[in-house]
């Protein structure tokens, strides 16, 4: 199977994502995203939702998404039990498990990070971080949540990722700087900056980011993506 997949950044972490009967979101924090150019209702379709973990600007408008287009939600079981637990269809997996479904396969990757679920009744335990390993037709994403640099990114230079996801606004997760080590790591084709500049705390360059990943790894390309611009790949 090889089907053209479009890509639309949502700004900070959340991308929209078309392949064919395949749509889905990861990370879907749509309404209060300062940098998403969508409301709730521009999305039209929607099949699967990925949740790297539970903190607000990631699990965002899953709940309301989910219950409106009977989408399933893969995550962490913490998560997954806690939407199912509403009413929403979940695939729980964990960190190192993978699945093949109907569109392709799905990995858990780790991540170093917290995941805590903000409710109604306060905090509760989201489980484990993690980034999702997506191999759809011809193409391996991987959306690495959000994360410190690990050791663990070497291994993902033998899944040949096409295009990978990486946060660079550091404070709560890689800086620039560790999101050029972590490209060194992955080796992947092509690479997206994300989780930055959403918030004061987490101002970057990604510009600069290009330039320099591009410098020490001539066989790579940084995409610097605008909230909304849509790539085909
Ligand atoms: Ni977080
Ligand atoms: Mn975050």
Not at 132 to 139: D, E, N, Q, V
Not at 171 to 199: E, G, L, Q
């Amino acid at each position: 199977m090889s089907l053209a997949l479009e890509l639309t950044y949502l700004g900070h972490s959340a991308f929209y994502i078309e392949s064919g009967p395949f749509f889905a979101l990861i990370d879907p924090f749509i309404k209060g995203n300062p940098k998403c150019p969508w409301t709730l209702d521009h999305i039209q379709h929607l099949t699967h939702i990925f949740v790297t973990h539970g903190h607000g600007d990631h699990i965002g408008d899953t709940l309301a998404l989910a219950k409106k287009f009977d989408a399933l939600v893969i995550s962490n079981f913490e998560i997954a039990n806690y939407l199912s637990q509403q009413g929403i269809r979940t695939h729980a997996m964990h960190v190192g498990g993978r699945r093949s479904f109907d569109f392709g396969t799905v990995k858990l990757t780790p991540a170093l990070h917290g995941s805590s679920i903000q409710t109604p009744e306060g905090p509760r335990d989201g489980g484990s971080p993690c980034g999702f390993l997506l191999t759809i037709g011809p193409h391996t994403l991987y959306h690495a949540g959000d994360t410190g640099l690990t050791m663990d990114m070497q291994l993902l230079k033998e899944d040949q990722v096409t295009l990978a996801m990486v946060p660079i606004g550091g404070n709560y997760t890689m800086d620039a700087h560790d999101a050029k080590r972590s490209v060194s790591f992955i080796a992947p084709k092509k690479v997206i900056p994300m989780h930055y500049d959403t918030f004061d705390l987490i101002k970057a360059d990604p510009h600069a980011f290009k330039a320099q990943v591009e410098a020490e790894n001539p066989e790579v390309e940084v995409l610097v993506v605008t909230p909304g611009q849509v790539l085909s790949l």
